[in-house]
């Protein structure tokens, strides 16, 4: 298999942001979508840890899609 989009589960778990981006790296992923980030934070908590991901993220895959959503709102790229 060779995904195209890793769709990340961001829970307490894994919260490793430089083993995150290392992981969708090494299954050759260019986009990427962490989800279940706010189901017990609140959106000024848990985006700055996101912010640690995408920053891992980019530092490994420079031509990579970052995709960070937002309840109620439709993602375009």
Known sequence: LAPDIAIVQYTKQARDPEAMARFVRDIGCDVVIPHHMDLK???EAYLPEVAQFEK???ELVPDGTFICPEN???ITL
């Open 56 to 58: 891992a993220f980019r």
């Open 41 to 43: 934070k609140t959106k």
């Open 72 to 74: 109620g709102s439709w």
